[in-house]
């Protein structure tokens, strides 16, 4: 299973599959071995749409 595979959830509720990308967000940005360009990518998303997030956590992540 690829690193994005495991966090995609076709059809999941538009606010579950947001919540839970939070949840998957925070567990990357409060990870101590977390790169800082990594964490710089990951406040972006933050603060952007939801769709921006997922693409953060499926692709942004293996990018930065």
């Known amino acids: 299973m690829t690193g994005s595979a ?3 959830r076709p059809g ?3 606010e579950r ?3 839970r990308d939070r ?6 940005a409060t990870n ?3 790169g800082k360009a990594v964490k710089r990518k990951a406040n972006k998303a933050l603060g ?7 693409h953060f ?3 942004g992540q293996y990018q930065a």
Not at 48 to 54: A, N
Request: aromatic residues 8%; glycine residues 10%; charged residues 25%.
């Open 6 to 8: 495991r966090f995609a």
């Open 12 to 14: 999941e509720p538009g």
């Open 17 to 19: 599959r947001a919540a």
């Open 23 to 28: 949840g998957i967000f925070r567990i990357l």
């Open 32 to 34: 101590p071995p977390t």
């Open 48 to 54: 952007g749409t939801p769709e921006e997030l997922r």
């Open 57 to 59: 956590i499926t692709v």
